[in-house]
Every structure is written in C-alpha cells, then in structure tokens.
T-cell receptor, first 114, second 109 residues
Framework: KAGVTQTPRYLIKTRGQQVTLSCSPISGHRSVSWYQQTPGQGLQFLFEYFSETQRNKGNFPGRFSGRQFSNSRSEMNVSTLELGDSALYLC?????????????FGSGTRLTVV | KNEVEQSPQNLTAQEGEFITINCSYSVGISALHWLQQHPGGGIVSLFMLSSGKKKHGRLIATINIQEKHSSLHITASHPRDSAVYIC???????????FGTGTRLQVTL
C-alpha cells in the first residue's frame, strides 16, 4: 500500500516567486492536512481539507492557500515568497471524516527561499 | 505559555536505558498523538491515545486525562531510537493538531 507522497522533496526559490507543493494521500483517505515546520516555531498547522472542502485554516497569511481535488490529492501554494517561508512542509492523510484520528505523514517538501 | 509542553527538550541515554518523555497540555482534547521524526524530516505516527495505555514493542504510551499529562516510555533503548519525539493534541473544538516543541533523543552505544 503506497504511503503519502509529497513532491517535490526539495525546492529552492527566490524571494517574490510563488511555489506549489503536491500531496497524494493514501488511497481511500479523504482528509489531507498541511503543516509547516521551522526551527524557530516548530510544527504548525496550515490547513485541512476533506472532500475538496477546506474545513480549517491555521494562523497564516493569505499568501498561503491550498486546494483538494476530487481524487483527494491536495496542493498548497505560497505566493510572494519570503525568506521566512523556508521550512519543511508536511502533509498528512487520514481515512476519517473527523481527521484527528489516525494520521499518516508524508516525507515532506523542504523549501528554501533565497 | 504553550498549550502543549514537552520535557525534557534534549535527552542523551546509553543503550539499554529506560527512557521517559513527558507531555503536558492545557486544553481539552479528544486525542493525543506521539510522533517520531528522524533526521531528514519524515514523521511516523507512533501512538494515538484518548485514554489509558498502549504498547508497541519497546514503546509504551500512557495518558492521564484528569491530569492532562502523557508519557512515552522506551524500554531497552537502542541507537536506532535516536530521533525527535513530538507530542500533539487534537482539540475537537479547534479541529486541528497542536504540537509540542519535541524532545531530541540521542542513544549512544
């Protein structure tokens, strides 16, 4: 059974650019959530999607957005990149309609903004 | 004060030692997760608890809902246990995971 797949694994972008990260959940999982991990702030919740609907959003600026497709794959987009956006971005999928029970995490995308 | 506090922040142990990592939280929760993160970033979910105790191999996790406290124990520690261990709580009202700052464990020979 394939795990949660995040692409790309590594990314280097320049300030002001935008970036799109992809997350393919485990087959049958309909909930996908995204997290940002930095040395200073640790792991922080970005947003959660279930059946193509954003159900919750963390305390991040509007430059951070996401969406979920009908096949449950999810993308997150960061526009107008800032140096502080350099982080490991993780997604997790869950089979449950109330995600909070039983997560599987991907390996993450490490974004470096220069 | 963070909603989820972990202690210690760093822990060094010798192979074979019994290890305890603590997690305290200040909010009402529906579930608590223990996560393991190795260098390179990937996170593995070790346990999800809403009450009592769970055991998997050399790992044991306990939770006391009344005291808002959970512990992760590693028996007979091994260098491959070296990782960051993260406690996370699911609060149904906020519908999100809130994470502790993690405990960096190094097990030496």
């Amino acid at each position: 059974k394939a795990g949660v797949t995040q692409t790309p694994r590594y990314l280097i972008k320049t300030r002001g650019q935008q970036v799109t990260l992809s997350c393919s959940p485990i087959s049958g999982h309909r909930s996908v959530s995204w997290y940002q991990q930095t040395p200073g702030q640790g792991l922080q919740f970005l947003f959660e999607y279930f059946s193509e609907t954003q159900r919750n959003k963390g305390n991040f600026p509007g430059r951070f957005s996401g969406r979920q497709f009908s096949n449950s794959r999810s993308e997150m987009n960061v526009s107008t990149l800032e140096l502080g956006d350099s982080a490991l971005y993780l997604c997790a999928s869950s089979p449950h309609d109330r995600a909070g029970y039983g997560y599987t995490f991907g390996s993450g995308t490490r974004l470096t903004v220069v | 004060k963070n909603e989820v506090e972990q202690s210690p922040q760093n822990l060094t142990a010798q192979e074979g030692e019994f290890i305890t990592i603590n997690c305290s939280y200040s909010v009402g929760i529906s579930a608590l997760h223990w996560l393991q993160q190795h260098p390179g970033g990937g996170i593995v979910s070790l346990f999800m608890l809403s009450s009592g105790k769970k055991k998997h191999g050399r790992l044991i996790a306990t939770i006391n809902i009344q005291e808002k406290h959970s512990s992760l124990h590693i028996t007979a520690s091994h260098p491959r246990d070296s990782a960051v261990y993260i406690c996370a709580v699911w609060t149904g009202t906020a519908s999100k995971l809130t994470f502790g700052t993690g405990t960096r464990l190094q097990v030496t020979l």
